[in-house]
Every structure is written in structure tokens, then in C-alpha cells.
């Protein structure tokens, strides 16, 4: 089957360009001598993330106890849930850790310490824990001075029903960087804030096994990871603008695009009309603050290949309007109505949402095959 | 059951709001003299439009043929399928046709009109077409004065294959009104357009029996429908803080939320965390064009009292921020480590498409049933 016989809009993969971007990041990390803790929240689907679980990188990161159930039950147990804990979901964590689940968990709060221990105690388990540091002012976590993080690190040390296994750190900053310099920065900052908090807790005579940093950024553009015992990423699996943007990657790089189909020319204003809107792309504008404004994704000839004059300037709930950057006047009959088109994401977690599976292309329009995602909670 | 014992994020239908609002609209429209073909969009729910589907407001609208399939298995016929036609759908509605399914499709361009001709006759039926009007310059459709109407309009009546069923209009600018009066003027135009293209066709010995218009906005505020024969509109059912924005609705009136944990605190930045991140509130700001900015969504209590001065600020993935407006301080112990809130959405089409099921309540925190909803395509 062919890309051309699919109802639009669909999510397509490259499967080649996934290879390579996988390649080059785990040889990256191996330069490094750090192991991946790949984050699954991107892919969401076990095809796509089993060419990274080799070797010594078989530990995940997920974004959703869906996620942790999911790949649970094909065969990865080494699983850090990486969203602050709520106390309503550790019978769920618990159900998994019975199963057989090593699944750790992260908080930033004497109230978190203490409902885990108290529910780990009612439920019999122990619920390893790590505490999130604050790395770059941007979302969650203590900050790497702040004596609470010894405070946090002994409760866990000492009650029963949590274990204390380390430390965390995401420097989401990375991803507003203005340039290549700034990254670099943020990375040293994020591993820095990390073995600082570990430090402070071995100094405290607690123990700290697990240094855990990262970002796709950061990750790409880190120089030294020593110190630190595993990096994060996720999103450098498909690549997208943003990353482009940030220079992590070319936009030829980009293994997942929306494939949508023409459905209107509006040729006064200029705008051809498709039928991928954002309940396809998605609402995420992140490149909006970038150098390049990519509009709600660039648009590829059906082949994958960039046409880097045309973005998609403009959504509905299932149109699309693409423009023609600058002011050259689009031509119409480069888009014949019910032709098609592929539209990288600026955010590839964000637009891949918005599908339940993946059309596995390798640089061709040839279909190879399908792939599922879990979506939701 | 109650919301308490629910695992987050997840979202929330208050039946008793879903109730008013469809009352509000039928008996508005009643009023007016006017049938309601609801779109189906917002809700991708049977048991949510259900109360929708009495006495003659029986045919809906959708935007993707998944909703075409699901709502038609549910016993209702009469569709209108609202996105300009692109040809690799038409054996699909084909196939839904032979069903039994009276399935309507627009379009807007000869070639689309001829495109649909030559598959009817190859597939061996007649798809019944309208011609979309471009009333307000916002998206797709054929200008009010343009002579392609009659082109369009004597292709489609003429050929094989297709047949001329009328006209139908959109007016998607109804939404970036920054007042009444001009969503009375837009409401207006939209009529206006609409009744003008089907007398050009009647003058030009054409048909017309069907003269469709409509938005949430602009069906809520026109007070003249002579001439047309349907209003289109789905977004009411739950309303949302765009439509509050508008005057269309008060934001007690929004009947769906997304309800999240407290997972921290960060009181130096005078940030609440959650667990609802914009995977759960979708990446919409249409808000942020408006008098009063919502940021990603309005905070209420677990019981659905809306905290006027409390918005979702920024989100990750899968991390919501909430701090409150102005200058003055948040009280960290009113939100607690593992409380729970309610989030009033900005667009409830794009924040109901990050679910797979509605938690329905009836004015309580007691959950009374759960109804799916059908995303994708």
C-alpha cells in the first residue's frame, strides 16, 4: 500500500530517519559514557522505542502510569514515572511494583515524602523515590541550596515505606534557548545542579545512586556527563522544528509528518486549504518564539521532501491553510486540489497525540508498516 | 463514585449544564423558526447530543467520516459532512451511502465538483453536494459574488453522479469579535451570504432546498433566520471560556473541566502545580485574544465553583501551572499537595479531543455514569 491511497489527515514515520536519529544519540551518550533512561512520552508505542533498548540503555522514562502499564507489559520493568507524585496514584504504582514493576517515582515536598511513606506502609511496598531538583528556575523541584532537599532526603532515608534512590533534574529551559551557547550553558547547569544536590546528600550521610539529568537539548549538547548516572530524552527519537530550530537537528531529519490532502485554493488570499487542522498538527505554536516561525508546521511534497517556502500559517479544528512565506505569490497548480502533502510538527509529542497510530514509511511512499500508540491516561 | 477517588488528569461533564445549555439553544432557535443541525464535533459523544436529537433538530454535521460512521451507527441518517470534499473520501462515504447513510458533502471548486461527479458515476451513486460560501473571508468557500457559484452549481446539477442540494456557510470570524454588536453584524453577513448565493441560484434555474449557516456565536446572537433552512452549531452544548469571552455564555454555564492533583508547590514563584498539563488542557489560547486572558484555563473547586482569580498559567506536557492573577500572593494552603481542581476549558472542542470519556456528574462530585467519545479519523 501507498501513502497516497490513506484517508487523510495520518501521522507517517520514517522508519530510517528514526534509526538514524536513534543511532546518533546513543553514540552520542556512549561518547559520553552515560546511559540513556529513554522518555517514552514522544513515541508512546513499543516499535518505534525497541531499537533504542539495547545494551545497557533498557531503562525508560514515562510521562503516564498508561505509559508505565503499557511497556510493563512488554517486558521493560526499569521505569521512572517523571511527573511530581500524587498521592490518589500510588495503589496504581503499587498494583505495578506486585506485578513485578521497578518503577520509581519523584517528588519535591515533605507532604509527598510523607503520604508515600504513609501509603507505602498501608500498602506494604516500598516506593523508591527521587527527589526533583530545580536546575533552571523553569517548572518544578528544589532548588539545588535549599536545605528542604535534606530534609526531603531523610524522611525518605528513614521511613518506612519509601527509599531514597537519588535525584532528578529536566532543564526545560533548554528549549527556549536563543542559540547553540546558551544550550551548552544549561546543560552544564542542569548536571551541575545535580551532582551539587547529590553531593549534599552523600555529605549528609544519605545515600544517592541515581543522578538522573536530562533534556534533548541539553542531552545533544552536553560535553561532560561525569558524575551523572543516566540522561533523559526523548523527543530526538522523531525530531521536529523546534529541535531544528535549536539547532538538535536538521529539518530533513524529521521522521514524523502529517499527511493531509488539498481540499481548497483560495486564491485571492492566496492560501491553499487541507484538510489537516490542528486537531490534527496540534494547537502548539512553540516555534512561534524562534528565529523561524514555522507557523503550525512546514510543509513536505508527498516524497518527505522539505518545500521550505510554505508553512501552515493558519488552523481550524480539521483545515489547514498554507501560505507561501514572504511575498512571492503562491502557485496553485503546484497543489491541484486532492493532491497531497506531509507537514512537520513544531512539537513532535504534541502532533503525535493527536493520532492513534503510525503509517511506517523508509524513504520511500511504499507503507511497510503500522505501528499502535497509547494515548491518554 | 465520586471525583475524589478518580485517578488524574480526566474530564469531567456536568449533565445538569449540558441539559440548560441544550434547552438555551433549541428553544432560542425554536424562537427563530429554525431547525438545528447540531454539529457533533465538540461532543464525538451519542449519549451527550442525544437530548439534542428531538422533534426535527434529527440531522447533525460533522468534521471527520469517523464521526459520520459512529453517529450513523447510533441510528441517525441525515449527515452533512462539513469539511471541503477531498476525493480519496468519496468511496468511504460511498460505502456509508449503501448503508443507508444520507451523507452530504461541500465543496467549493470545479474541480472538486468534478472530481465527485466522475467517482458517483464509477461508484455507482450521487453524492448530494452543497456549495460552501465564503461569508466573512475566513476560510473556505465560494465568494457571494463570484460567478464559479453558477458554475459550480450548473456542474453539479447537471452531471451524473452529484447533485445540487444548496448552499452552506460558516462564519468562523464570529469568534474574534470584541463585542455584540459585532457578533450581531457577522451573524448578519453570514445570512446575508447564504440567502444571496441560494437566490443566485434559484435565478439561474437552479435548486436550492438547503440554505445552511451557523457558529455557536452567531447562532446564539442572529435574530432573523428567514431564508434558511438550517442552523449549524455544537460547541454550545458545553460552552467553554472563549464563549464566556463572548457573551455567548457565563462561565458557570461551561459544563466540562478537566480535573487534576496538586503536585507541588513552589512558593517562591508563587506556582501551584498540577498534574494537567497540556496534553489534558490542549496547547488552545485562543483566550489570550480576548478582554480577559484565561492563560490554558480557569481553576475551580473540586465541587466546580469557578476561582475567579486562578488560571492554568503555563503548561508541559504533562504539568499544569497555576498562579493567581495580579499582584497578589497565592495562599499555598488553600491548593494542598494532592487536593484536587477542576480546570474550565478555553475551547472545549480542543480540550474534550485530549479524552476518550466524559466522568459525568449532575451538579455534585458524585459520578453518575461515563460516556465515550470517538476521536481520530
Known amino acids: 500500500m501507498d501513502l497516497a491511497q490513506l ?19 546513543r553514540d552520542h551518550l556512549a561518547r559520553l559514557k552515560v546511559p540513556l533512561r529513554l522518555h517514552v512520552k514522544t513515541a508512546k508505542c513499543i516499535e518505534a522505542v525497541r531499537p533504542v533498548l539495547q545494551g545497557r540503555d533498557k531503562s525508560i522514562t514515562v510521562s503516564t502510569l498508561k505509559e508505565a502499564e503499557y511497556f510493563f507489559s512488554h517486558g521493560i520493568t526499569d521505569i521512572l514515572y517523571a511527573v511530581g507524585i500524587a498521592p490518589i496514584k500510588l495503589e496504581h504504582i503499587a498494583r505495578l511494583k506486585h506485578k513485578g514493576a521497578d518503577i520509581k517515582i519523584i517528588l519535591d ?46 524522611l525518605l532515608q528513614h521511613e518506612k515505606g519509601v527509599e531514597l534512590k537519588g535525584v532528578m ?12 551557547a546558551a544550550i551548552h550553558k544549561v546543560a552544564a547547569q542542569e548536571r551541575d545542579a545535580a551532582i551539587v544536590c547529590a553531593g549534599r546528600l552523600q555529605k549528609a550521610g544519605l545515600p544517592c545512586p541515581i543522578v538522573s539529568v536530562g533534556s534533548t537539548p541539553t542531552a545533544w549538547f552536553a560535553e561532560d556527563y561525569s558524575g551523572v548516572t ?57 516555534t512561534s518564539q524562534q528565529t523561524i516561525d514555522q507557523g503550525y508546521g512546514l510543509v513536505c511534497a508527498l516524497d518527505g521532501k522539505p518545500l521550505n517556502d510554505f508553512i501552515v500559517n493558519a488552523t481550524n479544528q480539521e483545515h489547514g491553510i498554507i501560505v507561501k512565506r514572504g511575498d512571492s505569490a503562491l502557485v496553485f497548480k503546484d497543489f491541484p486540489i486532492g493532491s497531497l502533502v506531509r507537514v512537520l510538527p513544531n512539537h513532535a509529542c504534541a502532533t503525535a497525540a493527536m493520532f492513534n497510530k503510525y503509517y511506517v514509511v523508509d524513504g520511500t511512499t511504499k507503507i511497510i508498516d503500522s505501528w499502535q500508540r497509547i494515548n491518554g491516561w
Chains 1, 2 share one sequence.
Not at 111 to 124: D, F, I, S, T
Not at 169 to 180: F, L, P, V
Request: net charge neutral; aromatic share 4%; glycine share 8%.
Open 109 to 154: 515536598s515533605v507532604e509527598q515524602a510523607q503520604a508515600v511513606a504513609l501509603a507505602g506502609q498501608k500498602l506494604g511496598v516500598t516506593f523508591p523515590a527521587l527527589i526533583e531538583i530545580d536546575s533552571d528556575n523553569h517548572r518544578a523541584g528544589v532548588r539545588p541550596d535549599d536545605p528542604l532537599l535534606i530534609e526531603i532526603g531523610r
Open 169 to 180: 533534574t529536566h532543564a526545560g529551559a533548554s528549549y527556549e534557548c536563543k542559540n547553540t
Open 7 to 25: 484517508e487523510t489527515p495520518c501521522l507517517i514515520l520514517d522508519k530510517g530517519k528514526l534509526e538514524k536519529n536513534i543511532k546518533k544519540m
Open 230 to 286: 543516566e540522561v533523559r530524552a526523548g523527543v530526538f527519537l522523531f525530531q521536529d522544528l523546534v529541535l531544528a530550530g535549536l539547532n538538535v537537528c536538521k529539518v530533513e531529519e524529521i521522521a514524523i509528518s502529517v499527511l493531509a490532502a488539498v481540499i481548497g485554493h483560495q486564491k485571492q488570499k492566496g492560501w491553499v486549504l487541507t484538510d489537516a487542522g490542528w486537531m490534527a498538527l496540534s494547537r502548539d505554536r512553540s
